[in-house]
């Protein structure tokens, strides 16, 4: 049974990240804000959680 439970538990967690990222941010969307924090493999810029995987450019703005 707890064999079975942990697999479960596996299944459902991978299936919320995956929903997770998908509502997050629609493809090639362009993202303007100020980064309010990290985590190993994400970003959060305003709110948006974007994996790290997903970006493909980053600019820098100045002032």
Known sequence: MKKWA?????DHT????????????PDR???V???QGYAE???????????????RRVLLLSD
């Open 33 to 35: 804000g100020f980064v």
């Open 14 to 25: 991978a299936m919320i990240n995956k929903e997770t990222r998908q509502k997050s941010v």
């Open 41 to 55: 493999d994400k970003v959060v810029i305003g709110e948006h959680v974007i994996a790290l995987d997903d970006l």
């Open 6 to 10: 942990g697999f479960f538990l596996s």
């Open 29 to 31: 969307a362009e993202i």
